[in-house]
């Protein structure tokens, strides 16, 4: 595929991040800190570097797993159908459950896998998302709670992709064509 030329605008940094996920550490830990059986989920691929900053702040005993979902390949656009790449490697039957997702933008993904999760009969099941872009959504459904509101850009860093590129940066950035 030939790429078109882009540049990457940083929107948040990595310092402001950091800041957002301790409060948000804070939030959960009131919400989950009676329980010893909290199974935190990532969604892989775009949450691999906020689920590993999250579970470090998270001052709890958890147990880690990944669930594969995707439905944008190497495109800007949802396809709007969510597959499921990977399944967890645990059962969640009883279990108290924290969805973590890099972006909520359509909805199509975190409402496919909180219907599929919930079909386990979790204890409780409930999610985070750094991102929200509440203006793109096309199904009535977000997250518990959410790290930062964002306008309607294609965004890339800390996890989140675009075409696979700039995964790694430190901070979040919006795309913008040069060419
Ligand atoms: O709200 P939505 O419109 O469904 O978009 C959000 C989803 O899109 C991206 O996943 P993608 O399919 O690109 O897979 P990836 O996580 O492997 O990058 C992102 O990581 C979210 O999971
Ligand atoms: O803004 C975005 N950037 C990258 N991947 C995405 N998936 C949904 N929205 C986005």
């Keep these: 595929m030939t790429q078109r030329p882009y540049v990457v605008d940083e929107m948040i940094s990595a310092k402001a991040i950091a800041a957002r996920i301790e409060a948000l550490a804070q939030e959960i830990k009131r919400e989950f800190g009676d329980t010893n059986q909290l199974v935190v989920v990532g969604l892989l691929r775009g949450s691999f570097v906020f689920i590993a900053d999250l579970v470090r702040e998270l001052d709890l005993p958890v147990e880690v797993d990944f669930l594969e979902a995707s439905s944008y390949g190497n495109a800007m656009e949802s396809s709007r159908e969510v597959r ?4 967890l490697r645990s059962g969640i039957e009883g279990r108290d459950v924290l969805v973590v997702e890099d972006i909520v933008d359509t909805g199509h993904t975190l409402s496919h896998v909180t219907g599929l999760l919930t079909s386990r009969k979790p204890a409780r ?29 294609f965004v890339v860093g800390y996890g989140i992709d675009y075409a696979q590129r700039n995964r790694n940066l430190p901070y979040i950035g919006k795309v913008r064509f040069t060419g």
Excluded: N, Y
Excluded at 84 to 87: F, R, T
Excluded at 144 to 151: A, C, L, M, V
């Design 125 to 153: 099941l409930r999610s985070i998302a750094l991102l929200d872009k509440p203006t793109r959504r096309e199904v009535d459904f977000g997250a518990d709670w959410t790290g930062f509101e964002i306008p309607d850009e």
């Design 84 to 87: 499921i790449l990977k399944d």
